[in-house]
């Protein structure tokens, strides 16, 4: 499994920004799928996640309200929409699959908020 994360950039605080992790292969089905956010000289944190069978979703506390997962099965693509960015919400994100009980990580997305 291959994982691309796409969709960050710069953008000013209060903007929105949205991220796409999208899987390669014809057969894709995990239990599971998330996105993580770390900033240099911190541990990575989870930001979302969401499953994918029925699309039940979970978000961290600092997001709550702002930031929206969803994902296209049939794309075989998860995306997170991100509104009324903070300058603290400047990190390089990550996707991450749960498949077969294996964890299958994407290269990373810099999303950068200026104040």
């Known amino acids: 499994v291959q994982l691309q994360a796409s969709g960050g950039g710069l953008v000013q605080a209060g903007g929105s920004l949205r991220l796409s992790c999208s899987a390669s292969g014809r057969t894709f089905s995990p239990y599971a799928m998330a996105w993580f956010r770390q900033v240099p000289g911190k541990e990575r944190e989870s930001v979302s996640a969401?499953?994918?069978?029925?699309?039940?979703?979970t978000y961290a506390d600092s997001v709550k309200g702002r930031f929206t997962i969803s994902r296209d099965k049939a794309k075989n693509t998860m995306y997170l929409q991100m509104n009324s960015l903070k300058p603290e919400d400047t990190a390089v994100y990550f996707c991450?699959?749960?498949?077969?009980?294996?964890?299958?990580w994407g290269q990373g997305t810099l999303v950068t908020v200026s104040s």
């Open positions: 991450r699959a749960t498949l077969s009980g294996n964890f299958y």
């Open positions: 969401i499953t994918w069978s029925v699309g039940g979703a």
